[in-house]
């Protein structure tokens, strides 16, 4: 009994996940033409590579992320500790001002800097260089979601029914 108790919490602990790591991240961009400026909030997911995936977006105006692959070849990805925040694929939203709606992808450029290429609601496109920076770059860790803590005791407790269920038939005598 003991023993099969032992295997379960040995089990129990190697099933779970290791530590996953989420944080905001707060940013600001500014276009050298046409006077683009914006300010917002990304919460990302780590990778375990130094990368960290972009999950949402907010900030004044942005309505949506755009799922990677959705504009200007995007991947969403996040390098807070490179001296390139972003890489050439960057991170593409939807955004809005006035009536007007503009899908935009900010990237790193080769030789260094940032641009972020836009297309509005009229179908006019552009391309500007833009000064992109974070202003938190060490996340701490966030733990992983209280749905694991309720496995967990999920499964203590069927393990405890099929112990007391093996106690009982084993305390009743059989009849012949």
Do not use: C
């Not at 749905?147 to 305390?171: D, K, N, Q, Y």
């Amino acid at each position: 009994m003991r023993k099969l108790l032992s295997t379960f919490a040995l089990l129990s602990v190697l099933a779970l996940p290791a530590a996953a790591y989420a944080d905001t991240f707060d940013f600001t961009a500014t276009g050298s033409g046409g006077g683009f400026s914006g300010s917002g909030s990304f919460i990302a997911t780590a990778n375990g590579d130094g990368s960290w995936t972009i999950d949402g977006i907010s900030g004044t105006g942005i309505t949506s992320l755009i799922a990677p692959g959705g504009f200007m070849g995007n991947d969403n990805l996040l390098f807070p500790g490179s001296a390139s925040l972003v890489d050439t694929s960057g991170f593409a939203f939807d955004d809005t001002q006035g009536d007007t709606g503009f899908t935009v992808n900010i990237a790193s450029v080769l030789g260094g800097g940032y641009e972020a290429s836009f297309l509005d609601s009229d179908g006019f496109s552009a391309t500007v260089p833009v000064t992109f920076s974070l202003t938190n770059t060490t996340p701490s860790a966030t733990p992983e979601p209280a749905s694991w803590l309720l496995l967990g005791t999920g499964g203590m407790g069927l393990a405890g029914i099929w112990l007391a269920e093996r106690r009982r038939r084993r305390i009743v005598p059989h009849s012949a």
